[in-house]
């Protein structure tokens, strides 16, 4: 399988590409702190998610994808931000935490099938 072909990583860069519009459209002012925070904690997800797949072995991968978690929920926590600071509106704020809700659930479930391949694996 490669890389683009992974759902995960497929979903990563929607929110990537979506988080990128939202930047771009920013006034610098904003763009220079939590633009730039928001930015980074979205492309986070995907780069883990590669640095991860293109590691050697599944434990070595193992922390890559549990730093894609992390940095999926440092992205709920700008997102409501830039919600409550009224830099996005309210449907544009629940059709970003409903994909990432969406890619958080395949993520661990991508993460639990690793688990299993890594505990067959000695």
């Known amino acids: 399988m490669e890389l683009g072909n992974l759902e995960i990583y497929q979903l990563s860069l929607k929110l990537s590409e979506k988080i990128w519009n939202i930047y ?31 590691r050697f072995h599944y434990r070595d991968s193992m922390k890559f994808y549990y730093n894609a978690r992390g940095s999926l929920w440092e992205s709920k926590h700008w997102i409501y931000l830039l919600y409550k600071r ?12 409903k994909n990432i809700n969406v890619l958080g659930k395949k993520l661990n479930s991508f993460i639990e099938s690793i688990k299993r391949k890594t505990t067959n694996v000695q």
């Open 24 to 54: 771009q459209a920013m006034p610098n002012s904003l763009k220079y702190n939590i633009g730039d925070q928001t930015l980074r904690s979205i492309d986070s997800i995907g780069a883990n998610i590669a640095e991860g797949y293109g």
């Open 86 to 97: 009224d830099l996005i509106e309210k449907a544009l704020f629940e059709e970003m935490m």
